[in-house]
């Protein structure tokens, strides 16, 4: 898994849809989640720490994990099915963990309010991440390239040893 945060929200330049997306650590990947317009009203307000006057969903969702002593650890996207994405809230209480299906919008809404961090399966960022930094990821590829033509098989054997034992 990779951990990621939220970047933004942007639109779909031509179906004007939301969009969510998070990025790694490093900034080289991205990966957009197309969401409803209120799933983005939601997470924009998180981010710019909006308090309404009255809980709205995400709100009241967070009352209630403090009113029941239930920590949320993390956000798991976990699966991209038919063009969907798939999350789980992992809920602690004590020593007790579960994990609560939810969409992804509602699972960020709720991550950003309670600062829980936000991880991604790696076969979903390779099915569904677009490039940032293509100029690190071809020197990556680069170096990669480099170092298995200069590879010997006793430089193999040296590091991971023999293991016919």
Do not use: C
């Amino acid at each position: 898994m990779i951990e990621m945060r939220v970047a933004g929200i942007a639109l779909d330049a031509i179906t004007r849809s939301p969009i969510v997306l998070l990025k790694d650590a490093s900034d080289r990947r991205a990966l957009p989640i197309y969401i409803g317009q209120e799933q983005a009203r939601a997470i924009a307000g998180a981010i710019e720490s909006q308090k309404p006057p009255r809980p709205l969903t995400h709100d009241l969702m967070v009352n209630i994990l403090e009113t029941w002593n239930l920590t949320l650890d993390k956000v798991i996207i976990h699966s991209l099915q038919k063009d969907t994405f798939y999350a789980a809230l992992v809920v602690k209480q004590g020593e007790t963990t579960k994990e609560i299906d939810a969409r992804p919008s509602d699972a960020i809404a709720i991550a950003l309010r309670t600062n829980a961090p936000i991880w991604v399966m790696e076969e979903v960022i390779a099915d569904a991440s677009i490039p940032v930094d293509r100029d690190a990821d071809e020197a990556e590829q680069q170096a990669f390239r480099e170092f298995i033509s200069n590879i010997r098989p006793e430089d193999l054997i040296k590091r991971f040893g023999n293991s016919e034992s």
